[in-house]
């Protein structure tokens, strides 16, 4: 974005903030944790059913990390930083 100041050169402004990085990595972050949270539960035997598959771990938290990490990361990219008013 160009903001151009009274007898001066544009200014060019960034897309996003500081900020809007920060919380792009919390929810980043946050994905990666419930990504994380789903790893595992395998069986060496085929025929033997493991019941590791049906946790509260892969079934409830992982699902609402992953969420709340793209909520997450929606807001950091919807949040309007603060405009200077160098005028």
């Given at each position: 974005?160009?903001?151009?100041?009274?007898?001066?050169?544009?200014?060019?402004?960034?897309?996003?903030?500081?900020?809007?990085?920060?919380w792009?990595?919390?929810?980043v972050?946050?994905?990666f944790l419930?990504?994380?949270?789903?790893i595992?539960?395998g069986?060496?035997?085929?025929?033997?059913?493991?019941?590791?598959?049906?946790?509260?771990?892969?079934?409830v938290?992982?699902?609402?990390?992953?969420i709340?990490?793209?909520?997450?990361?929606?807001?950091?990219?919807m949040?309007?930083?603060?405009q200077?008013t160098?005028?």
């Amino acid at each position: 974005m160009e903001i151009k100041t009274k007898n001066s050169k544009p200014k060019f402004q960034f897309a996003f903030t500081k900020e809007n990085y920060i919380w792009m990595a919390i929810g980043v972050v946050l994905l990666f944790l419930g990504y994380i949270l789903l790893i595992g539960g395998g069986s060496k035997d085929p025929d033997t059913f493991n019941y590791a598959l049906f946790n509260t771990r892969r079934l409830v938290i992982s699902p609402i990390l992953i969420i709340l990490g793209l909520v997450v990361e929606v807001y950091a990219i919807m949040k309007k930083g603060k405009q200077s008013t160098e005028e």
